[in-house]
């Protein structure tokens, strides 16, 4: 497997000069930023410029052949726009979207801001920020229904399909045949339901915190699609930081009840059955969890095939 040769400072900087994203001469200070797998991400800093710029790769940096059309950086820049109409200030500016080269500029956060991820896994788990996603994904799913129009341009599903189905649902039907039958029926569920705009990967690590704001970044995954989904994907996120730091497992469960909570009704709907796919695909899928050790991955996967049986299993972690 051949990974592609990186975004050389270069041809990054010819291309922000050519866009009109830099002054011709402008100093410019270019930093590799660590942590996806999807492409290249850099941190551009000149003279009142800061900004993040996103270029996509076909084969993603993990272990096994994961492939994904380029495509999905100019949905990700279409994402942004239309959620910061929606709800400005929840996430960055899109100061650039080039589609023929697939690369996206961005808004840089606050030098502060924190990645939730690494908050979680560092035992710094505040409930509150919970309770604002659910807020900003409920006013999200609403207000993007309402709006079929503007949807037409994220009706295509071969994202998903790339980077959620094949490589979590499909690749765990195949580890796990006796669940075959009904990991495929959620699947296909999830690729029937059209009610709105989905963000694709709701997680954690896609969250940026600092004082009293909060973005949502890295809207490759967004289509039209079922809601639940994106409840699911970040109840199974702290799902897996619960079993990975047992101690702050109870701040967690709280973080996820008023996640829910605050993303209000039909919250809870199916929810079980999505949650289990996800844990399964944590540890079995394309994807796995890196950070949970081989007695925690035994420990998920018991969970997530109890939970696809048994949905009531989902409720010790969301019910109080």
Sequence with gaps: MTEPEPLSAEEL????????VLDAGATVTIEPLAGGVSGDVCAVAAPGVEAVVKRAHRQLRVAREWLADEDRLVTEGWALRLAGDLIPGAVPRVLDLDPCTRTLVMERAPRDWRDWRAELLAGRVDP??????????????????????LLAAFADQTAFVQLRIDPFHRAVAARHP???????????????????????DFSPKNVLVGGDGAWVVDWEVAHVGAPVFDLAFLVCHLVLKSVHRPEQAAACRETARRFLGGYGADAERDLAEHVACLLLARV?????????????????????????????????????
């Design 128 to 149: 509150a920020v919970g309770e604002r996603l659910g807020r900003l994904l409920r006013r999200w799913h609403d207000a993007s229904a309402e709006q079929p129009r």
């Design 284 to 320: 079995d899928g394309t994807s796995p969890a890196a950070y949970l050790t081989a007695a925690q991955q035994v420990r998920v996967r018991a969970l997530g095939r109890r939970m696809l049986g048994s949905p009531a299993e989902l409720n010790p972690f969301i019910h109080a």
């Design 178 to 200: 006796d669940l075959g039958g009904a990991i495929e029926a959620v699947a296909q569920r999830l690729l029937s339901e059209r009610r709105c705009l989905v963000h694709g």
């Design 13 to 20: 900087t010819r291309h922000l000069h050519a866009r009109g």
